[in-house]
């Protein structure tokens, strides 16, 4: 049985791991990782301001996504 600090642990770095590699430490000026597992229910919110020119609510969409499927890998 995986933990619900290993799926939300899980889920936050996936999500960081999207963000970051789309942008350069330095052009983001905050980003905000919030992640909620109880119940079996996962949420997950993404926070991203950005100065590059990409679509950065793309991206912490992008991010989401990403710690979804990658907690879907844990728990199967």
Do not use: W
């Not at 600090?5 to 905050?30: G, H, L, M, Q, Y």
């Amino acid at each position: 049985m995986v933990s619900d600090e290993r799926v939300v642990e899980t889920a936050a770095e996936a999500a960081r791991n999207v963000v970051f590699s789309r942008f350069d430490r330095s052009t983001v000026k905050d980003v905000d990782v919030t992640v909620t597992f109880e119940d079996g229910i996962l949420e997950v919110d993404v926070y991203l301001n950005a100065t590059e020119g990409r679509n950065a609510e793309q991206v912490a969409d992008d991010a989401a996504l990403a710690a979804r499927a990658a907690v879907d890998d844990l728990l199967n």
